[in-house]
Nanobody, 128 residues
Framework: QVQVVESGGGLVQAGDSLRLSCEVS????????VGWFRQAPGKEREFVGF????????HYKDSVKGRFTISRENAKNTVYLQMNSLKVEDTAVYYC?????????????????????WGQGTQVTVSS
């Protein structure tokens, strides 16, 4: 089993920065990818970005490219989502998820169904 725990959410103003953390534990050797998703009220959960557990390759949703950065600290089995220049429309519950599935195409990792292990979510609220 794999456990995923997010932290770091909060209330910030537009233009501010925030860093979310995702600690992964358990059978981490089975993980291929860790993804970040978000869900705003009344909307479906949407892909934000992911990082390959080995190698560190990243991929982002177009609307966050250049503002959000995903990184990993190997010694702590922790993945970070650094969010800069936050906008009101970034307000959502942010989820970290881990996938033990191996796919050749990065497109698969943009879908929530690819991830079998999810954290509880952390609220990010951006005020104007």
């Amino acid at each position: 089993q794999v456990q995923v725990v997010e932290s770091g959410g909060g209330l910030v103003q537009a233009g501010d920065s925030l860093r979310l953390s995702c600690e992964v534990s358990g059978r981490t050797f089975t993980i291929y990818t860790v993804g970040w998703f978000r869900q705003a009220p009344g909307k479906e959960r949407e892909f934000v970005g992911f990082i390959r557990w080995s190698g560190g390759n990243t991929h982002y949703k177009d609307s966050v490219k250049g503002r959000f950065t995903i990184s990993r600290e190997n010694a702590k089995n922790t993945v970070y989502l650094q969010m800069n220049s936050l906008k009101v429309e970034d307000t959502a519950v942010y989820y970290c998820a881990a996938s033990s599935l191996s796919y050749p195409s990065e497109n698969y990792y943009m879908a929530p169904r690819t991830y079998g292990y999810w954290g509880q979510g952390t609220q990010v609220t951006v005020s104007s």
